[in-house]
């Protein structure tokens, strides 16, 4: 099987289940980009965003409801968090991203991984959902755009700071990291 699947294997394994319904399940992301990072998995074998259409607009109501349980499960705030989906996503099986917005964590290794989760890389569960709702689809970025939105400045999604290199941005991430903590 290829890589690309390794999330439909992941599905089938319930001790990997942290939240599981008639419909979807939760996991946690084997190389989480934040402090907190799962994926929300229907077990109907939907491929990807691209199959979407209006007919699974209440299976997506359920993907969020069980992206509100988690982070309910987990002890953590909402508002901490950001719940979407990668526009030009790498693996199969439709999966909704539930991530703290810290982005500390050695997993985040790549400037691609910093802006496919902070630029419009990233589509938000509400966007996606109001963009089924109303074309019956989800259709896939132009390339150009694409290649546009990676190539963009590693910019901070908490202030201004503008980093050369992911490095300093890391460090930068957790400076904030250990504010918010030192202020809860
Ligand atoms: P995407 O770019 O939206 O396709 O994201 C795929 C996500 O799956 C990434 O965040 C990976 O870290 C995560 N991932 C890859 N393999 C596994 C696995 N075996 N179990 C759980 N998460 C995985
Ligand atoms: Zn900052």
Redesign the pocket.
């Known amino acids: 099987m290829s890589w690309s699947k390794?999330?439909v294997?992941?599905i089938v394994n319930s001790k990997?289940h942290i939240i599981c319904t008639e419909l979807a399940v939760v996991?946690?992301?084997?190389?989480?980009?934040a402090r907190h990072?799962y994926?929300v998995l229907p077990l109907a074998d939907i491929p990807s965003i691209f199959e979407l259409n209006r007919s699974h607009l209440p299976l997506l109501e359920e993907l969020f409801l069980l992206a509100h349980n988690v982070v309910e499960v987990k002890g953590a705030r909402w508002e901490d968090f950001k719940v979407g989906?990668?526009a030009e996503?790498?693996?199969q099986r439709v999966?909704l991203?539930v991530i703290s917005k810290d982005f500390d964590s050695p997993?985040l290794k790549t400037k691609k991984h910093w802006n496919?989760f902070n630029t419009d890389l990233f589509v938000p569960f509400e966007k996606l959902f109001a963009q089924v709702e109303k074309d019956n689809c989800f259709n896939r970025l132009p390339k150009s755009l694409k290649d546009e939105l990676l190539a963009k400045p590693l910019l901070c999604n908490q202030c201004r700071f503008t980093s050369t290199n992911l490095p300093t941005l890391k460090e930068h991430l957790a400076e904030h990291y250990r504010e918010k903590k030192a202020r809860n």
């Not at 996991?27 to 980009?33: C, L, S, T, V």
């Open positions: 390794n999330l294997k992941e990997k996991i946690a992301d084997k190389f989480p980009k990072h994926l989906f990668h996503p790498s693996m999966h991203h997993s496919s």
